[in-house]
């Protein structure tokens, strides 16, 4: 069991940069994957980032590659996603989500999401 909690988004400029942090409860985060998903309105929630137990496997969409980076900090139980060149069409609502291996969350999605944090790019 893991709770999860995004905090981070906000308003910025294309070009910009934002980091996002997910925190997580309990003493088990380093065992789960952790990915990043977000949401735009009338769209489906589509996959960003996801990252290994250890870290040290990453796999991104191609809409995002390049631009940001998925890291963790497995001591202080959070995931991060530094976004950077930001476009308008990053804008959602971007979504922690914990499972059991990269290959979950990636193709099927982990159990558990934090409740998601807004982030708004204007052009």
């Known amino acids: 069991q893991v709770q999860l909690v995004e905090s981070g988004g906000g308003l910025v400029q294309a070009g910009g940069s934002l980091r996002l942090s997910c925190a997580a409860s309990g003493r088990t985060f380093s065992s789960y994957a952790m990915g990043w998903f977000r949401q735009a309105p009338g769209k489906e929630r589509e996959f960003v980032a996801a990252i290994s137990r250890s870290g040290g496997d990453t796999v991104y969409a191609d809409s995002v590659k390049g631009r940001f980076t998925i890291s963790r900090d497995n001591a202080k139980n959070t995931v991060y996603l530094q976004m950077n060149s930001l476009k308008p069409e990053d804008t959602a609502v971007y979504y922690c989500?914990?499972?059991?291996?990269?290959?979950?969350?990636?193709?099927?999605?982990?159990?558990?999401w934090g409740q998601g944090t807004q982030v708004t790019v204007s052009s």
């Open positions: 989500n914990a499972g059991q291996t990269i290959v979950r969350v990636t193709t099927t999605r982990g159990g558990y």
